[in-house]
């Protein structure tokens, strides 16, 4: 299962959203966190994502670990693999898209992600949430959304840039999904549907269908 929202990981105001999206496991949660996409940001940065993570699912009362990975590197380690082949719900968190994309692709991290969607959850926000698409503002992403873009951030005036540009770049090749705070597309096999507080947006063209929690969505809309 493939869950991806456009802002708010780890704050108050999706709690409740997380716990609802936990019991889609068939099995306990052992959660995976990860602010890869932030690995060349601050010491201080980094630590704040950690310690938001740690936070958030402590009060959500899982097994829980976030994972220091920076780079390709890191996500590559022995002991990070090892981690992978026991989690069923990973979580990548903001940052750098771009940065993001170039630490996994196509490396034994990412065979043991597409291990991990088989039997639980990928889940992401942001940087998290765009490198799930076929392409991105620069660049191409993992293609876990076929003929997509993702757009996080819709509707906030801050990150109005990001919907603007790709639209201009996209030329209507791909189909645009956009993403609100706090709200999860959700891709289980060939289902596709929506959970949480605010709205997604499939853009194609001239078509814009909107969708809420609890709504189930035409997978042709993505095709």
């Known amino acids: 299962m493939i869950a991806i929202t456009g802002s708010g990981e780890f704050l108050p105001s999706i709690l409740d959203v997380d716990l609802k ?7 306990m949660p052992y959660v995976l966190t990860f602010s890869t996409a932030a690995g060349k940001e601050s010491n201080e940065r ?23 990975a920076r780079n390709r590197n890191d996500l590559n380690k022995e002991l990070v693999i090892r981690e992978m082949k026991k989690a069923n719900f990973i979580f990548f968190s903001g940052g750098s898209p771009n940065h993001l ?6 490396s034994e991290f990412s065979d043991e992600l597409r291990n991990v969607e088989a039997r639980g959850i ?13 392409k991105m503002i620069k660049g191409v992403g ?3 959304l076929q003929n997509t873009i ?10 109005s840039w990001i919907s603007n540009t790709i639209k201009l770049l996209n030329r209507g090749k791909y189909k ?15 289902q596709l549907s929506v959970l949480g507080k605010q709205k997604v947006h ?4 001239k078509d814009h269908h909107t969708f809420s929690d609890g709504d189930t969505i035409d997978p042709s809309l993505l095709q």
């Open 202 to 205: 499939i853009i194609y063209k």
């Open 176 to 190: 645009l999904l956009c993403l609100e705070k706090d709200t999860y597309f959700i891709k289980d096999r060939d």
């Open 21 to 27: 999206l936990l019991n889609f496991l068939d099995e």
């Open 142 to 144: 993992l293609n876990y």
């Open 46 to 68: 980094l630590l704040y994502w950690e310690n938001l993570a740690i936070n958030h699912f402590s009060k959500l009362d899982v097994n829980h670990k976030h994972i220091d």
């Open 150 to 159: 993702v757009i996080p951030h819709y509707g906030e005036s801050f990150y």
């Open 101 to 106: 994309y170039e630490s996994i692709k196509d």
């Open 122 to 134: 990928i889940a992401g926000c942001s940087a998290g949430a765009m490198i799930m698409g076929e």
